[in-house]
């Protein structure tokens, strides 16, 4: 961790962002159980001062605001680290409460402690590793050291493990500013609504990224038009794949690097990507190309969802009924479609058309949102990258995925449209 990049982040967003009425809410060493932690007494004092000046230093500020002096306070903390770590070392409060000690002290620029606080919660981990209070711990240690990535990864982790009964408050506070922190702001909302829940009443949190709604998160007018590299954007890479996410449409995609992808302008309602696998190899050594077309469009009132299927399948007298997964979308509305009319000389067309419908969901882009990666590109897609300044469009939408090959590739053809519904595309 290099002081430079890692400061300057810090100015520049966490003291936009966490402001003292955010602090005071967000204290993860309240979910710690000092009455399991068999300190000396005599360091009943340092305890109190841990929590009660906790505000202070629970994250990096830009001007010291506390009455007493920066170097006392540290100075009483490296007290209270020393003699907290000669106590037995096979107590998970004890390693959560010196791992919360040595952020604060990294927080006051002390750098040593990055490293140490770290060491530390990995300690809670190994004694109780199904404690959700390690992972968020751990995750608001890298979300205020500006390591969103491993920020995230180890609040999914806590997620899993977070009690049905009685979750605390403080961890959808500090959730939702990681969740801001890694451009996350559906989910920056969805975890400060629920911190406002468990507190009774809206919390600070919530008031500051209730700015979301407004802004990333407001839905565009219907009749804005969107270029399509304004319209579908990197958003990270994942196992070799490019990420494009198309925020109006609802809509991600995993691209296979190798693959080409067209995106389509917004225009009237309707939004469109051409996604081009490499070429397949029929049996007669013979080279052939074939598309996958994602297309949304607003849905018309009063018109269903088969009646839209019909618009582009009704010439097709022979379509057959079958059945598809689109990511967790079951059993949607598909036909298989033989025209031996077309492409006569590779065996005739043989395509696949599956409808879908999406209502607007309550936090639009949750599903789709992933930490903020610089995608490295390999000179097809990285001219799509951009930042995210919309949501996606009220109402219902109509998805057409349309597989445009032909018989002699038919199975390759096919299963790479299978690989792109089963782990290739979101649809919120």
């Known amino acids: 961790m290099k002081k430079s990049s890692n400061w300057l982040f810090r100015m520049m967003v966490l003291s936009a962002m966490l402001s003292s009425a955010i602090t005071k809410l967000h204290a993860n060493v309240n979910a710690i159980n000092f009455d399991k932690i068999k300190y000396p ?11 009660n000046n906790e505000p202070v230093y629970d994250h990096w500020v830009h001007d010291w605001v506390s009455d007493r002096p920066k170097a006392d306070v540290v100075k009483r903390l490296s007290f209270l680290y020393s003699e907290l770590g000669k106590l037995p070392a096979d107590n998970v409060e004890t390693a959560l409460l010196i791992g919360d000690i040595a952020h604060y002290l990294y927080n006051m620029e002390n750098e040593e402690y990055y490293q140490k606080a770290i060491d530390h919660y990995n300690a809670a981990m190994q004694l109780s590793p199904k404690d959700y209070r390690v992972y968020w711990f751990l995750g608001n240690h890298y979300a205020l050291s500006a390591v969103a990535l491993s920020s995230i990864k180890n609040y999914n982790l806590a997620l899993q493990y977070l009690p049905r009964t009685a979750p605390s408050a403080f961890f959808w506070a500090d959730y939702a500013v990681a969740c801001s922190n890694a451009s996350m702001p559906a989910t920056a909302l969805y975890a400060a609504q629920q911190s406002s829940k468990l507190t009774g009443a809206k919390t600070h949190i919530e008031e500051q990224v209730s700015v979301f709604k407004d802004g990333v998160l407001k839905a565009p007018p219907t009749d804005t038009i969107l270029p399509g590299k304004d319209a579908w954007r990197v958003s990270g890479k994942r196992d070799g794949r490019v990420l494009i996410t198309n925020w109006a449409a609802g809509v991600k995609i995993a691209v296979d690097s190798s693959w080409s992808f067209q995106p389509g302008d917004y225009k009237n309602g309707t939004t469109y990507a051409i996604i081009q696998p490499h070429q397949a190899i029929a049996k007669n050594g013979r080279k052939i190309g074939y598309n996958i077309l994602v297309f949304a469009q607003m849905a ?45 000389d590779i065996g005739g067309g043989h395509l696949f058309a599956i409808a879908l419908e999406r209502s607007r969901p309550e936090y639009p882009g949750m599903a789709l949102e992933e930490v903020v990666e610089i995608p490295a590109g390999d000179g097809k897609l990285n001219y799509y990258t951009s930042t995210r300044t919309y949501s996606r469009f009220n109402g219902k939408i109509y998805y057409l995925i349309l597989l445009d090959s032909c018989e002699f590739i038919h199975e390759e053809s096919l299963t790479n449209l299978k690989k792109v519904l089963d782990k290739g595309i979101i649809i919120e």
């Open 300 to 344: 018309k009132e009063n018109q269903t969802l088969k009646q839209y299927l019909d618009m582009f399948t009704s010439k097709y007298p022979d379509r057959k009924n079958v059945s598809f997964d689109v990511g967790e979308i079951k059993n949607c509305l598909a036909y298989e479609i033989k025209d031996p009319s077309m492409y006569t």
């Open 41 to 51: 007494a005599e360091l009943a004092q340092d305890i109190s001062f841990l929590r």
